[in-house]
C-alpha cells in the first residue's frame, strides 16, 4: 500500500471518528424520532396533532403557513400547466 493510501485511510477514520463523536448526543433525538414517524406507541399520532395545532397560530401569526401555503399552490399551478401542455401535443 503507497504511503498516499496511509495518509487517505488515516484522513477517513479521523474525520469519521470526530463526526461520530459529533452526532453521539443526537443519538436519542433520532431514536425517538424514529419511533414516532413509525408510530410504535397508539398515543404518538394524536400527540404530534396536538403539538401541530398547539405550533399553528403562532406559525400562522408570523405568516410561515401563509408563506408554504402560496409556494405550495404556485407549485401545484407549474404541475398543471405543464400536464395541459403535454395534453395539448
Known amino acids: 500500500m503507497a504511503e498516499g493510501d496511509n495518509n487517505s485511510v488515516y ?3 479521523a474525520e469519521t471518528a470526530s463526526l ?3 452526532l453521539q448526543g443526537w443519538g436519542e433525538v ?3 424520532t424514529d419511533k414516532v414517524l413509525r408510530w410504535e406507541r397508539a398515543w404518538f399520532p394524536p400527540a404530534l396533532m396536538i403539538s ?3 405550533l399553528f397560530p403562532g406559525l400562522n401569526q ?3 403557513i401563509t408563506k408554504y401555503v402560496g409556494m405550495a399552490k404556485r407549485e401545484i399551478n407549474k404541475l398543471l400547466k405543464h400536464k395541459e401542455k403535454k395534453n395539448e401535443r
Open 11 to 13: 484522513q477517513l477514520a
Open 20 to 22: 461520530e463523536e459529533q
Open 30 to 32: 433520532i431514536l425517538m
Open 52 to 54: 401541530f395545532l398547539l
Open 62 to 64: 408570523h405568516g410561515i
